[in-house]
C-alpha cells in the first residue's frame, strides 16, 4: 500500500477548476518531484495532502486515512506528513528550539525535557545545533528555513511535503537549504517537493512530476522527462526555465 | 443652612469616585471575560456561533449605551426582579463593553498572518491549541495598545450609570450642584478627575504603542 494515495482528486476555487483529477502514488522512502508553470496547481495539490485545503472530489489517503479536514483523523495525518512552507512560518515569539519544542509538547504530550532533547537533535541535523535559543528573526532566510524543517520533523513525520521552501530566498542561501533536503532524501525519507530549482530535481528526486492546468501532464524518471519531454508543454514549460 | 467649602465639594466628589472606579473595573473585567468568550465565538469555523456573535456586537455597538442601562433597569425590573443601580449599570456597561472588546480583539487576531495558523495546523495542533501557543501570544502585543485605549471609553460611560440614580462621580457632581448652586465650580472638578483618571490609561496606551513600534 502506498504511503500517500490520491486518486481521482479535483479542486475548485469557485469558477477555477485547480486539480482536474490527480492520480498519484507514493511509496515509502521515494522522492518525488513537481514542477509546473505557476497557476498549474502544484501547491494546492500539496495543501489538500496535509489538509490545509478542502477537496470537492476524489479521495487523498495517508497510510490508508482519508484526509479530511473536518474528520477527527485530521491530526493523526498531519503528524505522518510534515509541511514546510515558502515563507518559513516560523512562530516569531518563540526561540528557534521553541519553535521545534512545540508540537511534541502539545500535539504529543513530551515532558519538557525529552521535547528539548529532539529539538537540539533535529537541529543539530539541520545543521543549526548552535541556534537553539536564537530567535527568527535574528537568523538569516536560510537558517529560518532550515529551522522549520527541524520543526516540521520534530514529531518524527513519516513523509515531508515542501512548498516551494527556496522560492522566498537570496540565491546564495538556497544551497544550504538544499543540502539539508538531499540528505533527508539520502536517509530514506518520503518526500514530495514542489519546486523551481530544475538541476535540484533532477539530482534528488526518483519520479518527476510536470503538472499543467490542474492535471498530470507528464510523469517519469527526472532523466527521462528532462531529457526527452513528450508533450508540447513540457517542452515549452523547459525551455522557459532554462 | 449649612455653608459648603471647597474642600468638602472635592471630598465628597473623591468618595463618589471610588464608584466610578468600582464600576469602571466591574465593567472592563466582566466586559474582557465576556469580550473574549464573544471573540472567539466571532472566529470560529461554525457559521451559526459567528453569525450569532456578530448579531451581538452589532446590536450593542448599534444603539446608545444610555438606552441599553435603561433597558437593563427597567427591563429586569419588569421581570419582576429588583435590581439595585449598581447591578443594572454593571450587566449593561459589561454588555457594552464586551462588545467592543470582542472586535478590537479579533482585529488584533486576525491581524496576525495566516501563515501562522497554517504553521500550527499543519504540525497536528487543535484549533484552540494553535490559538493559546501560536496566534495569542502575538496577538496580545498588539492588543494592548487598543485595549488600553478602549479603557477611557470606559470609565466616561460610566458617568451615564447616574442616568439610572447610581451615586457615582457625575450623580454626586449632581447632587453638590443642586446644594450648592455652583454647578461651574462643581462640575470642573468633576471633569478634572474623570481626567485624573483618563489621562495616565492614554498616556499608557500611547506608551505601549510606541514600544511596539520600536519592537519592529
Same mark, same amino acid.
Given at each position: 500500500?502506498?504511503?500517500?494515495?490520491?486518486?481521482?482528486?479535483? @479542486?475548485?476555487?469557485?469558477?477555477?477548476?485547480?486539480?482536474?483529477?490527480?492520480?498519484?502514488?507514493?511509496?515509502?522512502?521515494?522522492?518525488?518531484? $513537481?514542477?509546473?508553470?505557476?497557476?498549474?496547481?502544484?501547491?494546492?495539490?500539496?495543501?489538500?495532502?496535509?489538509?490545509?485545503?478542502?477537496?470537492?472530489?476524489?479521495?487523498?489517503?495517508?497510510?490508508?486515512?482519508?484526509?479530511?479536514?473536518?474528520?477527527?483523523?485530521?491530526?493523526?495525518?498531519?503528524?505522518?506528513?510534515?509541511?514546510?512552507?515558502?515563507?518559513?512560518?516560523?512562530?516569531?515569539? =518563540?526561540?528557534? /528550539?521553541?519553535?521545534?519544542?512545540?508540537?511534541?509538547?502539545?500535539?504529543?504530550?513530551?515532558?519538557?525535557?525529552?521535547?528539548?532533547?529532539?529539538?537540539?537533535?533535529?537541529?543539530?541535523?539541520? /545543521?543549526? /545545533?548552535?541556534?537553539?535559543?536564537?530567535?527568527?528573526?535574528?537568523?538569516?532566510?536560510?537558517?529560518?528555513?532550515?529551522?522549520?524543517?527541524?520543526?516540521?520533523?520534530?514529531?518524527?513525520?513519516?513523509?515531508? =511535503?515542501?512548498?516551494? $521552501?527556496?522560492?522566498? =530566498?537570496?540565491?546564495?542561501?538556497? /544551497?544550504?537549504?538544499?543540502?539539508?533536503?538531499?540528505?533527508?532524501?539520502?536517509?530514506?525519507?518520503?518526500?514530495?517537493?514542489?519546486?523551481?530549482?530544475?538541476?535540484?530535481?533532477? @539530482?534528488?528526486?526518483?519520479?518527476?512530476?510536470?503538472?499543467?492546468?490542474? @492535471?498530470?501532464?507528464?510523469?517519469?524518471?527526472?532523466?527521462?522527462?528532462?531529457?526527452?519531454?513528450?508533450?508540447?508543454?513540457?517542452?515549452?514549460?523547459?525551455?522557459?526555465?532554462? | 443652612?449649612? !455653608?459648603?467649602?471647597?474642600?468638602?465639594?472635592?471630598?465628597?466628589? %473623591?468618595?463618589?469616585?471610588?464608584?466610578?472606579?468600582?464600576?469602571?473595573?466591574?465593567?472592563?473585567?466582566? +466586559?474582557?471575560?465576556?469580550?473574549?468568550?464573544?471573540? %472567539?465565538?466571532?472566529?470560529?469555523?461554525?457559521?451559526? %456561533?459567528?453569525?450569532?456573535?456578530?448579531?451581538?456586537?452589532?446590536?450593542?455597538? +448599534?444603539?446608545?449605551?444610555?438606552?441599553?442601562?435603561?433597558?437593563?433597569?427597567?427591563?429586569?425590573?419588569?421581570?419582576?426582579?429588583?435590581?439595585?443601580?449598581?447591578?443594572?449599570?454593571?450587566?449593561?456597561?459589561?454588555?457594552?463593553?464586551?462588545?467592543?472588546?470582542?472586535?478590537?480583539?479579533?482585529?488584533?487576531?486576525?491581524?496576525?498572518?495566516?501563515? !501562522?495558523?497554517?504553521?500550527?495546523?499543519?504540525?497536528?495542533?487543535?484549533?484552540?491549541?494553535?490559538?493559546?501557543?501560536?496566534?495569542?501570544? !502575538?496577538?496580545?502585543?498588539?492588543? #494592548?495598545?487598543?485595549?488600553?485605549?478602549?479603557?477611557?471609553? #470606559? #470609565?466616561?460611560?460610566?458617568?451615564?450609570?447616574?442616568?439610572?440614580?447610581?451615586?457615582?462621580?457625575?450623580?454626586?457632581?449632581?447632587?453638590?450642584?443642586?446644594?450648592?448652586?455652583?454647578?461651574?465650580?462643581?462640575?470642573?472638578?468633576?471633569?478634572?478627575?474623570?481626567?485624573?483618571?483618563?489621562?495616565?490609561?492614554?498616556?499608557?496606551?500611547?506608551?505601549?504603542?510606541?514600544? %511596539?513600534?520600536?519592537?519592529?
Amino acid at each position: 500500500m502506498p504511503l500517500i494515495e490520491l486518486s481521482g482528486v479535483h @479542486k475548485r476555487f469557485g469558477q477555477h477548476e485547480v486539480l482536474r483529477g490527480i492520480d498519484l502514488g507514493v511509496e515509502s522512502g521515494e522522492v518525488i518531484a $513537481i514542477i509546473g508553470r505557476s497557476g498549474s496547481g502544484k501547491s494546492t495539490l500539496l495543501r489538500c495532502i496535509n489538509a490545509l485545503e478542502t477537496y470537492d472530489a476524489g479521495s487523498i489517503r495517508v497510510e490508508g486515512r482519508l484526509v479530511d479536514r473536518s474528520s477527527r483523523d485530521v491530526r493523526a495525518v498531519r503528524q505522518t506528513v510534515g509541511m514546510v512552507f515558502q515563507s518559513f512560518n516560523l512562530f516569531p515569539h =518563540l526561540s528557534a /528550539g521553541g519553535n521545534v519544542m512545540l508540537a511534541p509538547r502539545i500535539v504529543q504530550g513530551a515532558a519538557r525535557a525529552d521535547a528539548e532533547r529532539i529539538a537540539r537533535e533535529r537541529l543539530a541535523e539541520v /545543521g543549526l /545545533g548552535e541556534k537553539f535559543e536564537n530567535f527568527p528573526s535574528q537568523l538569516s532566510g536560510g537558517q529560518q528555513q532550515r529551522v522549520a524543517i527541524a520543526r516540521a520533523l520534530a514529531t518524527s513525520p513519516k513523509a515531508l =511535503l515542501c512548498d516551494e $521552501i527556496t522560492s522566498a =530566498l537570496d540565491p546564495e542561501l538556497v /544551497g544550504e537549504v538544499l543540502r539539508v533536503v538531499e540528505s533527508l532524501a539520502a536517509a530514506g525519507m518520503t518526500m514530495i517537493l514542489v519546486t523551481h530549482e530544475m538541476s535540484f530535481a533532477r @539530482k534528488v528526486c526518483d519520479r518527476l512530476i510536470f503538472m499543467h492546468q490542474g @492535471k498530470i501532464h507528464e510523469f517519469g524518471r527526472p532523466e527521462d522527462l528532462f531529457d526527452s519531454p513528450q508533450t508540447p508543454e513540457l517542452k515549452q514549460f523547459l525551455r522557459a526555465v532554462d | 443652612m449649612d !455653608q459648603f467649602t471647597t474642600w468638602d465639594i472635592v471630598r465628597n466628589l %473623591l468618595l463618589a469616585t471610588r464608584w466610578t472606579i468600582l464600576l469602571s473595573v466591574i465593567a472592563f473585567a466582566g +466586559g474582557g471575560i465576556a469580550g473574549f468568550a464573544i471573540m %472567539l465565538l466571532r472566529i470560529s469555523d461554525l457559521k451559526v %456561533l459567528r453569525v450569532a456573535s456578530i448579531a451581538y456586537i452589532d446590536v450593542l455597538q +448599534g444603539t446608545p449605551l444610555l438606552m441599553q442601562l435603561f433597558l437593563c433597569f427597567f427591563g429586569i425590573s419588569l421581570l419582576g426582579l429588583e435590581v439595585s443601580p449598581l447591578i443594572a449599570a454593571s450587566i449593561a456597561l459589561t454588555a457594552y463593553t464586551s462588545a467592543y472588546l470582542a472586535e478590537i480583539w479579533r482585529g488584533c487576531v486576525e491581524a496576525i498572518p495566516k501563515g !501562522q495558523r497554517e504553521a500550527a495546523e499543519s504540525l497536528g495542533f487543535r484549533f484552540i491549541d494553535t490559538l493559546r501557543y501560536v496566534i495569542l501570544p !502575538q496577538a496580545v502585543r498588539i492588543a #494592548v495598545a487598543p485595549t488600553v485605549g478602549f479603557s477611557v471609553q #470606559v #470609565v466616561k460611560g460610566t458617568a451615564l450609570a447616574s442616568i439610572i440614580g447610581f451615586v457615582e462621580l457625575t450623580k454626586a457632581g449632581t447632587i453638590i450642584t443642586n446644594a450648592t448652586y455652583k454647578p461651574f465650580l462643581v462640575y470642573g472638578f468633576v471633569a478634572i478627575i474623570y481626567f485624573a483618571l483618563c489621562y495616565p490609561l492614554s498616556a499608557w496606551s500611547r506608551s505601549f504603542e510606541r514600544s %511596539l513600534r520600536a519592537a519592529h
